[in-house]
C-alpha cells in the first residue's frame, strides 16, 4: 500500500516537471533552471533521483530554493529493482561420472 502510494506521488511528480523548468525573470526573459548530477548531466526541475552522498543514498528532487536549483530528500532510502546472487548453486554438481548405458 504504501509503495503504491509512492509510485503514484512519484508519477505526478514527473508528470509536472516540464511545466516546472522555465522561470520568467525582469522584462519577461525566460531563465532555464536546472539541477546537475554527478556526471554534470543535466536534471529538469521537478526530476527525482537516487543520490549517494557520503556513503548514505536517498531519493531526492530536483526544486527550486531562493531562486536556486538545490536537491531536496523527498524519500530515505531509494527505490531498488536489483537482485542478488545467491551465495551458492541452488543445485548440486554430480561428482562421479554417469555410468555408460
Not at 533552471?33 to 552522498?53: A, M, N, P, S
Amino acid at each position: 500500500m504504501q509503495h503504491a502510494r509512492a509510485l503514484v506521488i512519484f508519477a505526478l511528480i514527473l508528470a509536472s516537471g516540464p511545466s516546472l523548468g522555465d522561470v520568467v525573470g525582469p522584462g519577461g526573459k525566460v531563465i532555464d533552471c536546472y539541477c546537475t548530477d554527478k556526471t554534470g548531466e543535466r536534471v529538469d526541475l521537478g526530476e527525482i533521483r537516487c543520490l549517494d552522498v557520503d556513503g548514505r543514498q536517498f531519493m531526492a528532487q530536483c526544486q527550486m530554493s531562493l531562486n536556486v536549483p538545490m536537491w531536496r530528500e523527498v524519500q530515505a532510502n531509494c527505490l531498488s529493482a536489483s537482485l542478488r546472487q545467491p551465495a551458492q548453486p541452488p543445485y548440486s554438481i554430480a561428482q562421479s561420472p554417469l555410468p555408460a548405458l
